[in-house]
Nanobody
Framework: QVQLVESEGGLVQAGDSLRLSCTAS????????MGWFRQAPGKEREFVAAIGYVGRTTNYADSVKGRFTIFRDNAKNTVYLQMNSLKPEDTAVYYC?????????????WGQGTQVTVSS
């Protein structure tokens, strides 16, 4: 079992930056590929970004490519999502997730989610 805890999100303005973190407990994060997902009101949860076990490989949704960066620090058991040039359409609840597989098509553990609101 892995517990994933996301950092607090926040309310920012369009164009601002925000960094989310997700810290794992109970098991070393290096055993998992990690992903970030988000769910906007009235929409299905969607993939945002993913990173392999040691951080050499990453994947991004087209909607965030060039603006968001996923990276990890296994020594700190933490994965991050750096979000730059935020847009109102980035408003959503953001979730981190852990997968035993890479490439990841199934995520085994999920955080509780954190709200990010981008005002125009």
């Amino acid at each position: 079992q892995v517990q994933l805890v996301e950092s607090e999100g926040g309310l920012v303005q369009a164009g601002d930056s925000l960094r989310l973190s997700c810290t794992a407990s109970a098991r070393p994060l290096r055993n998992f590929a990690m992903g970030w997902f988000r769910q906007a009101p009235g929409k299905e949860r969607e993939f945002v970004a993913a990173i392999g076990y040691v951080g050499r490989t990453t994947n991004y949704a087209d909607s965030v490519k060039g603006r968001f960066t996923i990276f990890r620090d296994n020594a700190k058991n933490t994965v991050y999502l750096q979000m730059n040039s935020l847009k109102p359409e980035d408003t959503a609840v953001y979730y981190c997730a852990a997968s035993l597989n890479w490439p990841s098509n199934k995520y085994d553990y999920w955080g509780q989610g954190t709200q990010v609101t981008v005002s125009s």
